[in-house]
T-cell receptor, first 111, second 112 residues
Framework: TQLLEQSPQFLSIQEGENLTVYCNSS?????LQWYRQEPGEGPVLLVT?????EVKKLKRLTFQFGDARKDSSLHITAAQPGDTGLYLC???????????FGGGTRLMVKP | NAGVTQTPKFQVLKTGQSMTLQCAQD?????MSWYRQDPGMGLRLIHY???????DQGEVPNGYNVSRSTTEDFPLRLLSAAPSQTSVYFC???????????FGPGTRLTVL
């Protein structure tokens, strides 16, 4: 079974601060996705990274896939209250090409 | 397009009762899957389907059945509900060849 561990589990910061969320595994994944979930809703895809060492930017969010394709990070610059939510990483390449999800990082950005 | 729809939104069952969670998608996606979400455990795959007539077990299949008679529908059946099945259930779909999963709004189930 491929496992993904996210850290930290919870993060509470003030508006304007920077933060990094980590997603680690001992297994290699063919792709790594980051989702954001708001209360009462399903997760929504933010980004997919597929190449070791790949860096993708989405406005204030920077996503990186580790060189060995076993880990990933999400960095948010100048966090805003609208960034509040549950961030989930998910690795692809399992049986049936289904995803393995990490436990999630719950972020709260206070104004 | 409505995307992925799930019904009901909320459900309360007594131990031993059975019920079906409905999921439908109108995007003609080949892949559909069911996940349960529990605090601190992310999303765990229950069952999935790669096309009509084809289903397979995920990480936590015990106590659940699925069928895929059409491309659009993928119902999840709880045979005899147990308190351990109290959770939020998400249905998702995606086209073959793409990684992005499209999730429904979820069903919050409580088993007393």
């Amino acid at each position: 079974t491929q496992l993904l561990e996210q850290s930290p589990q919870f993060l509470s910061i003030q508006e304007g601060e920077n933060l990094t969320v980590y997603c680690n595994s001992s297994s290699v994944f063919s792709s790594l996705q980051w989702y954001r979930q708001e209360p009462g809703e399903g997760p929504v895809l933010l980004v997919t990274v597929v190449t070791g060492g790949e860096v993708k930017k989405l406005k204030r969010l920077t996503f990186q896939f580790g060189d060995a394709r076993k880990d990933s990070s999400l960095h948010i610059t100048a966090a805003q209250p609208g960034d509040t939510g549950l961030y989930l990483c998910a690795g692809g390449g399992n049986a049936g090409n289904m995803l393995t999800f990490g436990g999630g990082t719950r972020l709260m950005v206070k104004p | 397009n409505a995307g992925v729809t799930q019904t009901p939104k909320f459900q309360v069952l007594k131990t031993g009762q059975s019920m079906t969670l409905q999921c439908a998608q109108d995007m003609n996606h080949e892949y559909m899957s069911w996940y349960r979400q529990d605090p601190g455990m992310g999303l765990r795959l229950i069952h999935y389907s790669v096309g009509a007539g084809i289903t397979d077990q995920g990480e936590v299949p015990n106590g659940y059945n699925v069928s895929r008679s059409t491309t659009e529908d993928f119902p999840l059946r709880l045979l005899s509900a147990a308190p351990s099945q109290t959770s939020v259930y998400f249905c998702a779909s995606r086209p073959s060849g793409m990684d992005e999963q499209f999730f429904g709004p979820g069903t919050r189930l409580t088993v007393l």
